[in-house]
């Protein structure tokens, strides 16, 4: 069977997973591909690392120029993480006539119009479906199934580590700092989980799929985000009391869903999300998004958002599809990044509307609850419900749930309450996802 000689550079998690299946699985990438995808070469940077992939010999290399001098390496997966020396790699290797597949969202985040621009220039391609939710085809599945449709919306969760350690808070009643400590030690989270818990990965892998659905030219560093950092259990607590689960979720949607002049509301937060709808019952460290086209309607993709076989699947996935063409062939029409893009435009994010949840610590005094009210008012939100326990002391906390109101209205209305004699702690203020929104996002 004719062959198609492949390369990998960086062997650690992911590396190491690809090289399994390309060594393990041959006969079944061979059937999808319709040849033969040969391990020609590994490169890593030490060579007397032990390693949990047993490589034939001649294989393994510390050099890039015995992949980048080989004529008869056609693809290179290029797993090394980070910005630096990633990109230069990557530059490397589209300059030396290979086609590249890639897991690195942060680098497509932070430098895809330059890499996009050059693979173009010299007529190759960067393949890059576990970039985004790991085993999840939500690329192809934007990219390619749902090209009849414009996309509306889409919305999910996209980083699995803060979801395994919301569940861990939800499920078990474990504090913050307990369930990351679960998390690091299954694996989940990095030994500093900043990227992971404070919204950047999520903001990262947002502005790949919001350039994809919307062709916008977004920067990720534009892009608000909150993290779970500063999630509280009693937060949890509150929210199961009142029907919901806290998610941090990640959403893209049109301010008017017919008009992409309207502009685009971009955000990463923790938002309570009813019970019962399917984000909702995401659990542990699975990913999932749902995609609203205009003549689709609603899509949902779940699955295992990290780790090494789920990773190296999309990875091998996009190798196969790179020997057989069809990566040149969406590639050549992909308007991701390109200047034959009809730019839409991030919206004023002071302008994005939603319902919020409130949590206050307030004295406990006549009057107060009337003054609260009353700021709420001032900048037109509207109240729909209210929780009050019994007081702890002098203070009691009170719990808010308001109707849908500006980004703008709800952060200065939030700063003015914050300010009065009565308040005792800064304001929690997280997003709530209402039904419909559910259907849309």
Known sequence: ???????????????????????????????????VLWLEKVVVSNLAKNRDCDLPAGVLTDKLEDVTSNPDIDVVAQLIGGIEPARTIMKTLLESGKDVVTANKALLAEHGPELFDLARKLGRSI??????????????????????????????????????????????????NDAVKSAQELGYAEADPTMDVDGTDAVQKLSILAHLAFAARVSWKD???????????????YARELGYRVKLL???????PENLQSGL????SPTLVRQGTPLAEVRGANNAISVVGDA??????????????????AVVADLIDTAVGRTQLTFKTLQLWSDREARVELRDPTLTPSRYYLRLLVQDHPGVLAEITGILGKHNISIASVIQHEPEGENVPLVIMTHEASEGSADAATKEIDALDWTKTE???????????????
């Open 223 to 237: 892009i608000p985000k909150v993290g779970i950092d500063c999630l509280k259990k009693e937060d949890i607590a």
């Open 296 to 313: 689709v309607g609603r899509v949902f993709f779940h699955g295992l958002g990290a780790g090494q076989m789920p990773t190296a699947s």
């Open 427 to 441: 304001t929690v203020r997280m997003r709530v996802l209402e039904r419909r929104e559910t259907a849309r996002a």
């Open 127 to 176: 393949a890059f479906e576990a970039s985004v939710a790991g085993g999840v085809p939500i690329i192809t599945g934007i990219g390619q199934c749902l090209t009849a449709n414009q996309v509306v919306s889409l919305g999910g969760i996209l980083n699995g580590t803060s979801n395994f350690i919301v569940s861990e808070m939800e499920g078990k009643d474990a504090a913050y």
């Open 250 to 256: 990640a959403i893209a949607k049109l301010a008017e």
């Open 265 to 268: 509301d971009l955000h990463v």
């Open 1 to 35: 069977m004719e062959k198609t000689k492949v390369a990998i550079v960086g062997m650690g998690t992911v590396g190491t997973g690809v090289a399994k299946i390309l060594l393990d699985h041959g006969d079944r990438t061979a059937l999808h591909a319709g040849r």
